[in-house]
């Protein structure tokens, strides 16, 4: 099983893929002259306006459900992996997939709105619905949509739970499986009601935990104050090679930052726009800047937040890509402060890092003794359940994009019990298969995903121009795809029909 993932992941996570990916978003972000830099008042204007109805939610909540999906295991787990693997510098790489992948973010939210469909009690939408009525091509939309129930059904979830199961054993020795039972219990009251339910379980948990997480790395921060110009200095000049011990490790810092920071923020991979669809906005432009904000949360925030704890507490490793066989396969480039780790601690601390949160544990808990490695616990539990519910909507909307009537309903109950198996047994499996098992997932969305909207970026162009045209005359945007000469919103034909008849 390990070599036949290791063997797709060559092939999905190839250095063409990595670099590709920069250049994708630095194009969307030169298309939409940076709207990331241009509108970020209004993503934040926007972000709490809007009200839910009865079909749709608000602007707000499927922020939270796509942040829900951002923010998990990648921002504590995926970032100490992307030091350990990549150094300090692969932080500036995050940071920098994260700043042209809003514009990414943007574009594939914003083509899930034009395209969204109208059910019976809900809004769905995402890749698969504008796959096939922005390129008329449902195979390829069937493919996604297959895809992404493998992803998120059967690959991803496992990488949530198992690093909340690792996470908790750490803190409080609590047995895998019984923290496995526990996950699926709770789990599986909330998604019997749907995305409402998900919707509002996701605007309290996400706002209040990310929040709390962030403080506690700003704690640490004013604790280690004099280190601020020491750590800056050392990511940006990892990030190019420009220390010795970085040196030859340039191609690890971006290949784990795009890797983990793709992974973290999901921009490309069109899981953000699964529940951007399902928001009640007079006009698409709007829940994509919306959307675009939500990456800016994740990694400039979040990520950063697990990075500046690994740092400014100086524990922090990465990996000898040259030691000889059967030497350490990391070298030590931290200073342990006066509560640090001695001896065999060290030994156990290098070890740790394959398994990303335990990492973060040990920071927090050097500076925090008895507070930080429960603390992290929590807040991954927090991060990542949330995630793994973000996931099962996804694979839901999927579900109702394949099938109709009651099959659909029948396939839905299907996807539940498989979805909460897979989940339960993710936390018992070992850490580095999990983490390979989703990036194949991950890999698999993310080629289609992006094939995808380099094809049909047009209609999102065209919604951001229309948008701002409006703006500028004073109007709250309304959006009309007859005048834009956007074919396949028929949403949005018979939203404008109904509204012109009131």
Known sequence: MES?????????????????????????????????????????VLMFKGEKSEKGISSFQAMSIALSGRVGTGNIAGTATAIAMGGPGAIFWMWAIAFIGAATAYVESTLAQIY???KETEYRGGPAFYIEK??????????????????????????????????????????SWITGIIIVVLLGAIIIGGVKSIANVAQIVVPFMALAYILMAIVIIFMNISEVPAVFSLIFSSAFGAQEVFGGII?????????????????????????AAAAEVSHPAKQGIVQAASVYIDTLLVCSATAFM??????????????????????????????GLTGEEQITFAK?????????????????????????????FF????????Y?????????????????????????IAFLIATFYGTIRTSDLAWAMGDVGLGLMVWINVIAILIIMKPAILALKDYEKQKKEGKDPVFDPRKLGIKGADFWVDYNDKRKNK
């Open 116 to 118: 969204k469909e109208e």
């Open 310 to 339: 690994i740092l400014f507490t100086g524990m922090y490793n990465v990996q000898n890509e040259k030691a000889a066989e059967g030497t350490d396969p990391f070298i030590y480039v931290g200073e342990f402060n006066e509560n």
């Open 383 to 390: 991060f990542a359940f949330t995630t793994i519910m973000a």
């Open 134 to 175: 922005g390129m008329g091509q449902k195979w390829f939309a069937i493919i996604f949509a297959i895809a992404a129930l493998i992803a998120m059904l059967i690959l991803m979830p496992g990488v949530q739970s198992n690093a909340i199961a690792g996470a908790v054993e750490n803190a409080f020795g609590m047995e």
């Open 352 to 380: 740790s890092i394959k398994e990303g949160a335990a990492y973060t544990q040990w920071a927090v808990e050097s500076s925090l003794p008895g507070i930080g490695s429960s603390f992290v616990a929590i807040a991954l």
């Open 251 to 275: 191609g690890s810092a971006i290949a784990w930052g795009v890797k983990r920071g793709i992974y973290s923020n999901e921009a490309g991979q069109g899981t953000g726009a699964h529940p």
């Open 4 to 44: 036949i993932v290791s063997f797709l992941n060559s092939i999905l996570w190839g250095p063409w893929f990595i670099y590709g990916i920069l250049l994708i978003g630095l194009f969307f972000s030169i298309i939409t002259r940076f709207l990331q830099i241009r509108h970020i008042k209004d993503m934040f």
């Open 392 to 416: 099962y909507y996804i694979a839901e909307t999927n579900v109702a994009y394949l099938f109709s009537g009651q099959t659909e309903k029948i396939f839905i109950w299907i996807a539940k």
